[in-house]
C-alpha cells in the first residue's frame, strides 16, 4: 500500500510539467479544456479539504479560485489566462445562473407566504441596517471615492445566502423547525430585495458614468421595472409555463423537458436583462415561478426529475463560477494594510447589521438569536454583486476596486466559515425546540 | 380549445419581435443567452419533425441550424453571429467531445475483440473503398483544388456513424443479431480508423501549410504518434483511471464522480490534441479505456449511474454541435449547380463505397446485404471531419470550401435518411435470424 501512495508522486510531477507545456504553445481551445479539468479538480480537492474541516465546499471552492488564479506568485503563470477569458466567464456565467434557477426552483410563492410577517420583517430589517452601516463605514473608511462605491458597499452586505443558510440548517436537521423556516424565507426574501438593490445601483451607475445624475424619477423607474418584472412574471409566469410545456408535451422527441426549462430560464435571464436586471435576477424568478405541476406529465413520460437532470449540470458549470470568483481575487492586494482593515471592518458591519434580524423576528418556537446568526452567510449573492461591482465601470476605473474586491471576497469567506459552527452551538442551546433535547424554557433564553 | 390554440400566435410575434431587439442593443452576454435558448429549441421541434417522418432527429438538429443560419436569405440578420461567436463555438466542441465521450463508454475492448475478424475486414474494406472512390471522384469532378482535398473529401468518406447505425439496429431489435453485432463492431473500428485517418489528414495539410510536404517520415511519425496515443490509452488508461478513483473515492465532499469523469475525459483529450491528433480522438479513446469497474464504489455511493449524469449535460451541449454544424451551411451555395453535382456524386459513392463490405462480411447468421447497407450514414462523424476541413487553412484558403461544405451535409443527410427504411426492408427480408419471423434460408437470398 505505502509504495503505491509514493508512486503517484511521478504522476504529479508529469501532470505539472504538461501544464507548463500546454501554456507555451497549442491551440486556445485545448487549453480551455485544461483549465476547465484542473478547475473541475481543484474546486473538488479544496472542497474536501474544507468539507474536512467542517467548513462549506463552496469555500473550498473559491479557496481553489485564490490558489489557481494567484499561481502566478510562485512563479507558475500558464494558468493566469482564466482569469478574463471569455470562454470560461460564458461557462461561469451558466453556471451563476443555473444556481439561481435550482433555488428558485426549491423555493415557491406558498412556502413564502406561510412563513409571512416575522420573515418578511427580518430581510426588509436584514437588508436595510446592513445597508446603512456598510455605506457609513466605507466612507468614513475610503473618504476619497464616490457615494456609488460606499452604495455598493452597502448593497454587498444586504444580501443572505439562502445556499449556506439552507446547506446548516439542513445539516443540522432543523430545515423544519420554526427558526429555520423565519431565516429560510427571510434569506429567500433578502434575496429578492437585494437583486432589486443591486439592479437600482447598477443602474444609478450606469446613469452616472453615461453623465446622469442620481434622478428620482430614473431610480423610481429602475425600481418600477424591477417590480413590474418580477409582478410580470409572477403573474405570467404559471399560464406561459404551462403553455410552454404543453406544447412540449406534444413533441414526439426524446429528452424535452431539460431542453424546455433552460430555454425558459435562459429566455427569462434575457428579459431581465432587458429592463435593466441582472440576468441572474430572471433566472431565479423562472425557476420561482415554474411549478412542478405543469412539467409532471413530461417528468412521468420521461421518468427523470428535472432537478436531477439539473444536477450534473450545476455540478460542471456552477463550480467554474466559484473557482474564476476566487481567481479574481488578487493575492497581492492583502499586503495592502487597508485592504485587511477594511476586510476586518466589513465583516464586523455585515455581522452586527444582521442581529438586528434577530430583535425583530417573532412568532412560537422561533429561537431569536439563531435567526440573527443564520442571518450572517453572505456566500454567493454577495460574490456576485462584488463581481457585478468589478466589470462596472464609473469615470474609468471600476466601481469596486481589486482592493475592495480583495476585501469583500474576504468577508464572504469570514461570514460563510463563521456561521455553521455559531449557528450549531446556538440551535443546540435552544434545543428546546426539538422534543428530544434540552428543556423548552431554554429556547429563548439567548436572547 | 380552438381558442387556446389560436392565442398562440401573440407570443410568437411577441417573440419575433424581442429576437429582433435583441440582435440591436444589449450586451453580448444575453444574445448568447437567447441564441442558446433559441438552438435548444429548435433542435427540438425539428428534431419532432423528422422524428415523425421516420428519420432520425440528429437529421432534424442540423436542418434546425441550416433554417437558423440561413435566416438572414429572409432578411432577418439577428441570429447571424452564431455562426461564429466562440463562445458558442466552445459549446458545441463540449458537446462533441461528451458526445465521443459516451460513445466510447458504450463501447469497450472486450465488446470489440468479440465481434473480431469479420467486423476488422469490413471496417477496413469500408475504410478504403469510400476514401480511394472519395479521392478519385473529386479530383476528376473539381480538378484545379489540390490533392489535399481530394485526400480529405477521401476521409470524409470512409467514417460511419456509430451512432446513427446503433439507434437503427436498436430500433428494429435488432442490436444484438449477428449481423447487427459485425455491423457496430466494425462501425467502432472505423471511427478510430477513421480518426486516425483524420489526424494524418490534418497533418499533411499542416506540413503542406508550414511549406512542407508529403513526407514519409512525417506521416509515419503521425502515424506512429496516433497508434501510440491509443496504445498507451489502451495500456494505461486501466491503471491510470483506477488510480484516479481510487484519489476521488477518498475525498469526502459530495458529487466526485461525474466531475473526476469530466477532468479524466478533457484531460485525455487535451493529450490528444498534444500529440497532433484531434480533441474527439482522446474523448473517444477516454471513454474506451474507462471501464465500469473502476468506478462503481462511486457509483454506488452516489446512488447516480455516470452515465446518466452525462445524458443531461449532453442534452445541453451535443445540440449546440449539430445546430452549429448546420448553421453553418451556406444555402446560397445550393444555387450552385456544381454544388448540387458534387453532393450527388458524393452520395452515390459514399453509398457504393460501403457496399463493398458485405462482400467480405462472414459468420453465421450474417446477413451480408444488411452489412453494407448498415455500414452507410456518415453522420456526425463525417460531419466533424467536414468541420475540421472548414477550419483548416492551406494556401490562404480553406480546404474544405463553403460549396464542398454543403455538399458533404448534403451527402451526410441523404446517407443518414436513407439508411432506416432500406436497412429496416432489408432486415426483415432476412427476418431468418430471429427465431420468431420467416424462414431461415431467406436470410442469404439477398447477397
Same mark, same amino acid.
Given at each position: 500500500?505505502?509504495?503505491?501512495?509514493?508512486?503517484?508522486?511521478?504522476?504529479?510531477?508529469?501532470?505539472?510539467?504538461?501544464?507548463?507545456?500546454?501554456?507555451?504553445?497549442?491551440?486556445?481551445?485545448?487549453?480551455?479544456?485544461?483549465?476547465i479539468a484542473v478547475m473541475l479538480a481543484a474546486a473538488k480537492?479544496?472542497?474536501?479539504?474544507?468539507?474536512?474541516?467542517?467548513?462549506?465546499?463552496?469555500?473550498?471552492?473559491?479557496?481553489?479560485?485564490?490558489?489557481?488564479?494567484?499561481?502566478?506568485?510562485?512563479?507558475?503563470?500558464?494558468?493566469?489566462?482564466?482569469?478574463?477569458?471569455?470562454?470560461?466567464?460564458?461557462?461561469?456565467?451558466?453556471?451563476?445562473?443555473?444556481?439561481?434557477?435550482?433555488?428558485?426552483?426549491?423555493?415557491?410563492?406558498?412556502?413564502?407566504?406561510?412563513?409571512?410577517?416575522?420573515?418578511?420583517?427580518?430581510?426588509?430589517?436584514?437588508?436595510?441596517?446592513?445597508?446603512?452601516?456598510?455605506?457609513?463605514?466605507?466612507?468614513?473608511?475610503?473618504?476619497?471615492?464616490?457615494?456609488?462605491?460606499?452604495?455598493?458597499?452597502?448593497?454587498?452586505?444586504?444580501?443572505?445566502?439562502?445556499?449556506?443558510?439552507?446547506?446548516?440548517?439542513?445539516?443540522?436537521?432543523?430545515?423544519?423547525?420554526?427558526?429555520?423556516?423565519?431565516?429560510?424565507?427571510?434569506?429567500?426574501?433578502?434575496?429578492?430585495?437585494?437583486?432589486?438593490?443591486?439592479?437600482?445601483?447598477?443602474?444609478?451607475?450606469?446613469?452616472?458614468?453615461?453623465?446622469?445624475?442620481?434622478?428620482?424619477?430614473?431610480?423610481?423607474?429602475?425600481?418600477?421595472?424591477?417590480?413590474?418584472?418580477?409582478?410580470?412574471?409572477?403573474?405570467?409566469?404559471?399560464?406561459?409555463?404551462?403553455?410552454?410545456?404543453?406544447?412540449?408535451?406534444?413533441?414526439?422527441?426524446?429528452?424535452?423537458?431539460?431542453?424546455?426549462?433552460?430555454?425558459?430560464?435562459?429566455?427569462?435571464?434575457?428579459?431581465?436583462?432587458?429592463?435593466?436586471?441582472?440576468?441572474?435576477?430572471?433566472?431565479?424568478?423562472?425557476?420561482?415561478?415554474?411549478?412542478?405541476?405543469?412539467?409532471?406529465?413530461?417528468?412521468?413520460?420521461?421518468?427523470?426529475?428535472?432537478?436531477?437532470?439539473?444536477?450534473?449540470?450545476?455540478?460542471l458549470?456552477?463550480p467554474m463560477?466559484?473557482?474564476?470568483?476566487?481567481?479574481?481575487?488578487?493575492?497581492?492586494?492583502?499586503?495592502?494594510?487597508?485592504? *485587511?482593515?477594511? &476586510? !476586518?471592518?466589513? #465583516?464586523? $458591519? +455585515?455581522?452586527?447589521?444582521?442581529? %438586528?434580524? @434577530? /430583535?425583530?423576528?417573532?412568532?412560537?418556537?422561533?429561537?431569536?438569536?439563531?435567526?440573527?446568526?443564520?442571518?450572517?452567510?453572505?456566500?454567493?449573492?454577495?460574490?456576485?454583486?462584488?463581481?457585478?461591482?468589478?466589470?462596472?465601470?464609473?469615470?474609468?476605473?471600476?466601481?469596486?476596486?481589486?482592493?475592495?474586491?480583495?476585501?469583500?471576497?474576504?468577508?464572504?469567506?469570514?461570514?460563510?466559515?463563521?456561521?455553521?459552527?455559531?449557528?450549531?452551538?446556538? *440551535?443546540?442551546? &435552544? !434545543?428546546?425546540? #426539538?422534543? $428530544? +433535547?434540552?428543556?423548552?424554557?431554554? %429556547?429563548? @433564553? /439567548?436572547?
Amino acid at each position: 500500500m505505502r509504495r503505491r501512495r509514493r508512486s503517484l508522486l511521478p504522476f504529479a510531477v508529469a501532470a505539472l510539467a504538461i501544464l507548463g507545456m500546454g501554456a507555451d504553445g497549442g491551440g486556445v481551445d485545448a487549453n480551455v479544456f485544461i483549465a476547465i479539468a484542473v478547475m473541475l479538480a481543484a474546486a473538488k480537492l479544496f472542497g474536501d479539504l474544507f468539507e474536512r474541516l467542517s467548513l462549506p465546499p463552496v469555500l473550498g471552492e473559491l479557496f481553489a479560485g485564490i490558489v489557481l488564479g494567484n499561481l502566478d506568485l510562485l512563479g507558475f503563470g500558464g494558468l493566469h489566462f482564466i482569469e478574463h477569458d471569455p470562454q470560461l466567464e460564458l461557462l461561469a456565467e451558466l453556471g451563476v445562473v443555473l444556481l439561481l434557477f435550482q433555488v428558485g426552483l426549491e423555493s415557491n410563492l406558498a412556502q413564502m407566504a406561510k412563513v409571512g410577517a416575522s420573515a418578511f420583517v427580518v430581510a426588509v430589517v436584514g437588508v436595510i441596517l446592513p445597508m446603512a452601516m456598510g455605506y457609513g463605514l466605507h466612507a468614513v473608511l475610503v473618504p476619497d471615492r464616490t457615494w456609488h462605491t460606499h452604495l455598493f458597499i452597502g448593497a454587498v452586505l444586504s444580501a443572505t445566502s439562502v445556499g449556506i443558510t439552507a446547506r446548516v440548517f439542513k445539516d443540522l436537521g432543523k430545515i423544519d423547525s420554526p427558526t429555520g423556516r423565519v431565516v429560510l424565507g427571510a434569506a429567500v426574501i433578502d434575496d429578492v430585495l437585494g437583486l432589486i438593490v443591486l439592479a437600482v445601483v447598477t443602474g444609478v451607475v450606469e446613469a452616472a458614468e453615461t453623465g446622469g445624475s442620481l434622478d428620482v424619477v430614473s431610480v423610481s423607474i429602475l425600481v418600477a421595472k424591477a417590480i413590474g418584472f418580477l409582478g410580470l412574471a409572477i403573474l405570467l409566469g404559471r399560464p406561459v409555463s404551462s403553455r410552454l410545456y404543453k406544447m412540449a408535451s406534444a413533441l414526439r422527441v426524446k429528452h424535452v423537458l431539460l431542453a424546455a426549462s433552460l430555454a425558459f430560464c435562459l429566455v427569462i435571464s434575457w428579459f431581465a436583462h432587458l429592463v435593466g436586471l441582472a440576468t441572474i435576477v430572471g433566472a431565479f424568478a423562472a425557476g420561482l415561478v415554474l411549478d412542478e405541476v405543469v412539467f409532471q406529465d413530461l417528468q412521468s413520460r420521461e421518468m427523470r426529475r428535472l432537478e436531477e437532470m439539473l444536477e450534473p449540470l450545476a455540478e460542471l458549470l456552477t463550480p467554474m463560477f466559484f473557482v474564476l470568483t476566487g481567481a479574481k481575487v488578487d493575492l497581492a492586494a492583502f499586503g495592502n494594510i487597508d485592504a *485587511l482593515a477594511l &476586510a !476586518g471592518a466589513l #465583516t464586523v $458591519a +455585515a455581522i452586527i447589521g444582521k442581529q %438586528a434580524c @434577530s /430583535l425583530v423576528a417573532f412568532g412560537p418556537g422561533v429561537h431569536k438569536t439563531s435567526v440573527g446568526l443564520g442571518m450572517i452567510p453572505r456566500g454567493e449573492v454577495g460574490l456576485i454583486f462584488a463581481a457585478v461591482g468589478l466589470k462596472l465601470n464609473l469615470g474609468g476605473q471600476p466601481v469596486i476596486s481589486d482592493t475592495t474586491y480583495a476585501a469583500i471576497v474576504l468577508m464572504v469567506m469570514f461570514t460563510t466559515m463563521v456561521t455553521p459552527p455559531v449557528l450549531a452551538w446556538s *440551535l443546540r442551546r &435552544a !434545543g428546546g425546540e #426539538t422534543p $428530544a +433535547a434540552g428543556p423548552p424554557d431554554e %429556547a429563548e @433564553s /439567548l436572547t
